[in-house]
T-cell receptor, first 112, second 115 residues
Framework: KQEVTQIPAALSVPEGENLVLNCSFTDSAIYNLQWFRQDPGKGLTSLLLIQSSQREQTSGRLNASLDKSSGRSTLYIAASQPGDSATYLCAVIKAAGNKLTFGGGTRVLVKP | GAGVSQSPSNKVTEKGKDVELRCDPISGHTALYWYRQRLGQGLEFLIYFQGNSAPDKSGLPSDRFSAERTGESVSTLTIQRTQQEDSAVYLC?????????????FGDGTRLSIL
């Protein structure tokens, strides 16, 4: 059974500092990995999707890397802003079109 | 609409009552998923619809839970004889295409509270 872990569970940084969020998964046979952002009382916003054949994806200040063999992904957020404060979730899919298996999330607070 | 729409946004009901939650996926999205997020816990998969194929119901926690979807349109999740442990945010997601190369897009959820 696939298990996804995110450490730390919470993170507080001053504005301008780079954020590094970690995600690990136990079964390396994944189809893709997706990073989401969740604001309080809201649904999930998709940030980046990395196919299993890819090593990284970038969007603006966000960069996500994937090391499938070691079961790890890292989300980097450069030059953090207070608006980046949210819970960040990673999730993996085992096969095409399948369900997402989620980590517990990392709650991020960026202090002005 | 532009995104996945869920209704109601909040629902408070008494234990033992039936509830029905609705999800309108993004137009053209063939895949639709239901997830549950209980307080202090991660998101749990409930059920997955892909076009006219038989749904994957492997995540439904009990036979009190059921879901329907007609074609590629609206889906309803029904919980019968609700229990307090059913209190959670129920999230719906839709995805374009049949493969896994497209991301799942989520609605804002229905917050269900069982008294």
């Amino acid at each position: 059974k696939q298990e996804v872990t995110q450490i730390p569970a919470a993170l507080s940084v001053p504005e301008g500092e780079n954020l590094v969020l970690n995600c690990s998964f136990t079964d390396s046979a994944i189809y893709n990995l997706q990073w989401f952002r969740q604001d309080p009382g809201k649904g999930l916003t998709s940030l980046l999707l990395i196919q299993s054949s890819q090593r990284e994806q970038t969007s603006g200040r966000l960069n996500a890397s994937l090391d499938k063999s070691s079961g790890r992904s890292t989300l980097y957020i450069a030059a953090s802003q207070p608006g980046d404060s949210a819970t960040y979730l990673c999730a993996v899919i085992k096969a095409a079109g399948n369900k997402l298996t989620f980590g517990g999330g990392t709650r991020v607070l960026v202090k002005p | 609409g532009a995104g996945v729409s869920q209704s109601p946004s909040n629902k408070v009901t008494e234990k033992g009552k039936d509830v029905e939650l609705r999800c309108d996926p993004i137009s053209g999205h063939t895949a639709l998923y239901w997830y549950r997020q209980r307080l202090g816990q991660g998101l749990e998969f409930l059920i997955y619809f892909q076009g006219n194929s038989a749904p994957d119901k492997s995540g439904l926690p009990s036979d009190r839970f059921s879901a329907e979807r007609t074609g590629e349109s609206v889906s309803t999740l029904t919980i019968q004889r609700t229990q307090q442990e059913d209190s959670a945010v129920y999230l719906c997601a839709s995805r374009y295409g049949t493969g896994g190369s497209q991301p799942q897009h989520f609605g804002d959820g229905t917050r269900l509270s069982i008294l």
